[in-house]
């Protein structure tokens, strides 16, 4: 393996877009059949669909249903199972794993050995793009409960990393997390966006001070502005690169190559990702937002037909500089976190974005309120820095709720607290007291 490679499987990331969509139409149909001769709840669900109709793309668009995380909880009580959409036999698993259960009752996935095998290699192309090398230590913090925990340290194994120091993602572990990059100087960290943020803030306040040993990071949990990726560089000395994906439903990933211009989608061989009008189902316009909806029709143990992921996503135009052909996908938000607010919608990603444009504001975490009565002001609450004193927060509050009123075009209430509600190893986005 040589380190001078420039893309990890060149035949597969540097495909003709012709010759990658008639491998997707392939699969879509072998997918068909498959599902419908061995999934209970894809033989209820596809009961009106042949699959020889499926001719084209387009065809699997307007022939296969959409299906949602809700359609799989219901089928598993349909079923009294918690696998109906299971398509081999159980003695051929050999990795599954919960949902982390954020948006409801868990559900679960599956994976053969075959399965196994390609989400790895997929894993190893993603490692690859953010710039993870055999010769790096690679600190790899992840939920461990989920099949991704194994998976990402098997797919850096396969680029040829040997050292990994794994451990879970919790933010009360954060001063470990500290010691133990200080104490085995790793290069390379996996973590969530608010985690290393968590960790510049541990270690400035600790009596050695100083930066953190890594070179390189790859941040999932939220969007990162290039100005708060540029701060990361000055204050830390430490290139970030952006993951986000899908991990407790597919384990399928997009991460940023050194020209971040979008997240690469890196099983487009793999898998079909349509992009489509959340309201409409209907493809989504070029250049619009919309809705990613995958099927991943390499899998053979629980693989999801045109499974909405409730993500929002930007396509970026052209072909990337660092010769892959895949499309690049910016994930902005959730549909779930649209807030309600003087009679339009604002989404995290918004205020991510125009808090990094702010010195005050770039790398805070917030949250955002959704409240019963939609309001005429958005309240953020960011969470304190330790290295910001109490009685100088409400100046620095001033400032960036002028900041945001202009950015945002829209009135806003900001407030620093001490503590933030988190999932995991994210801070909670939006706070919904209509929930309450």
Known sequence: MSDARALWDAAAEGMAPEARQALQLKGVQTLLAWVKSRSPMQRERLAQVDPSAVRTLADFAALVPLSTKDDLRAAMDRVGSALPHLCVPREDIVLS???????????????????????????????????????????????????????????????????????????????????????????????????LRAMAQQAAAT??????????????????GPEAREQFRQTLGVEVTTLSGQGSDFNLFGTECEAHDGEHWHGEDMTLVEVIDPATGAP???????????????????????????????????????????????????????VPVRGTAVYPFQVETALSRSEDGRNLEFSLLRKTVEPQVLEVRLLRPAA???????????????????????????CFHDDLPRVGYKTLRVIDETRA
């Open 207 to 224: 009596p050695e001070g100083g930066p953190l040993p890594y070179q390189r990071a790859i941040l999932m949990g939220a969007a990162l």
């Open 97 to 195: 794993g919960p949902s982390a259960g954020t948006s409801g009752r868990q559900t679960y996935q599956a994976f053969d050995a075959q399965d196994l095998d390609r989400n790895i290699e997929l894993t190893a192309r993603l490692f690859w793009c953010s710039g993870l090398r055999p010769g790096d230590v690679l600190q790899l913090l992840v939920t461990p409960f989920t099949p991704a925990a194994d998976i990402f340290r098997l797919g850096a194994q396969r680029v040829g990393v040997k050292w990994i120091i794994r451990d879970n993602h919790e933010p009360t572990q954060v001063p470990r997390y500290v010691e133990v990059a200080r104490s085995l100087e790793p290069s390379f960290l996996q973590a969530g966006v608010a985690t």
């Open 388 to 414: 910001l004193a109490a009685d100088a927060a409400a100046a620095v509050a001033r400032r960036l709720q002028q900041h945001l009123d202009a950015e945002l075009d829209l009135p806003t209430q900001v």
């Open 284 to 338: 989504a316009r070029e250049g619009e937002v919309g809705e990613m909806v995958i099927t991943d029709f390499y899998r053979r143990a629980t693989p999801h037909l045109r499974w909405r992921t409730e993500d929002m996503v930007r396509v970026h135009p052209g072909v990337c500089r660092c010769g892959r052909t895949s499309r690049r996908f910016t994930l902005l938000d959730r549909l779930a976190n649209r």
